[in-house]
């Protein structure tokens, strides 16, 4: 039976979401996206994109984890490996993760399984870096200010449709009576839309800037990192949490660029392209799964949520909105649903 979904959010987790719907619901359905921001106003269009999930990153369980971004890995490779890779903001990359104080900080178990090359640095490579400890690896990144657009392109010309509107509230779109099920892909937005405590803003502010000299990603302790796009290389970073202020700080700028242009003297000749700062989504674990939510009066709104990746969310779209997607479609020919444990 044909459906009328809303996704909540338009950033890659919601464009991800709306488009694997399109594939997956039956014919004569229709998905509607509907977000306050797009493109250059989300979160994700300043992420580096990389794929190399942390310790921060948690799924609702070590299995769901472990599938959800071997899915996601599979997904961006095979774009990789298509004629929309530069279009999509897909590219190969290689580099390094190093630690002069603990092997452990420059491990990623998660990644070990699942990428094509994982392997202990050699010791010419620490000593060339004057590193301790270090991890070298192929992965992928995954350049948002060319994904987004390459997604809502797709989105649209699958006849999908755009709304811009700041949702106070998932009772308003329950008021509008033309939805089947919504899909909350709001981020942050969560705090207040699914009414969860436990989304939380971590703060990120990176430089933008043109080396194209630097071929690798270096992944340094105390957050700083140099990792190399389409066009521009972002040099990081901050993790502050808690912390909403989305302006610029020149203190973290100066730190940012001191601790990046001492592992890597040749920045200092780098073009400043422009500085960003975003709030990544944070919760204890990536939140996808179903609920009933019941507004009083015998009004009540399928929903299936898809939020709280963190700084995960490019690394991990795919996998956890395909799985948002099986219980979008579960929920609507089955309605089973599970009520919020918050």
Request: hydrophobic fraction near 35%; include cysteine.
């Amino acid at each position: 039976m044909a459906s009328s979904v809303c996704v909540v959010g338009a950033g890659v987790i919601g464009l991800t979401t709306a488009t694997l719907l399109q594939d997956a619901l039956p014919a004569g359905s229709s998905v509607t996206l509907v977000a306050d921001k797009f493109t250059t106003d989300t979160t994700s269009d300043g992420a580096a994109g990389i794929y190399r999930p942390g310790k921060y990153f948690q799924g609702p369980s070590e299995q769901m984890t472990k599938q959800w971004l071997e899915v996601s890995y599979k997904h961006y490779k095979k774009i990789l490996n298509s004629e929309d890779a530069t279009e999509a903001g897909v590219r190969a990359v290689s580099g390094y993760l190093f630690s002069n104080k603990n092997p452990e900080i420059c491990q990623s178990p998660l990644m070990k399984d699942i990428i094509d090359e994982y392997r202990e640095c050699t010791q010419n490579e620490l000593d060339l870096h004057g590193q301790k400890y270090g991890i070298f690896c192929n992965t992928l990144v995954v350049e948002c200010r060319r994904m987004q657009p390459f997604l809502m392109d797709r989105f649209k010309r699958n006849c999908g449709v755009v709304r811009k509107q700041h949702v106070n509230s998932l009772e308003e779109l329950a008021d509008e009576g033309c939805f089947d099920l919504v899909c909350n892909c709001s981020g942050l937005g969560a705090n207040v839309l699914a009414n969860d405590r436990n989304v939380t803003p971590i703060r990120g502010q990176v430089f933008k800037v043109r080396a194209p000299w630097i071929k690798n990603f270096y992944y340094y302790e105390n957050e700083t990192y140099i990792i190399p796009g389409m066009d521009l290389i972002t040099l990081g970073g901050t993790r502050q949490f808690d912390n909403d202020n989305l302006e610029v700080s020149t203190w973290d700028a100066s730190g940012i660029w001191q601790s990046c242009v001492q592992v890597m003297p040749s920045l200092k000749d780098a073009e400043v392209v422009r500085q960003w700062v975003g709030l990544r989504p944070y919760r204890p674990s990536v939140r996808v799964e179903k609920e009933l939510m019941d507004f009083g009066g015998g009004k009540t709104l399928k929903v299936v949520h898809n939020y709280g990746h963190g700084g995960y969310g490019v690394m991990s779209a795919p996998g956890s909105s395909m799985y948002a997607v099986s219980l979008i479609c579960d929920f609507l020919q089955h309605h089973q649903y599970h009520r919020a444990k918050l």
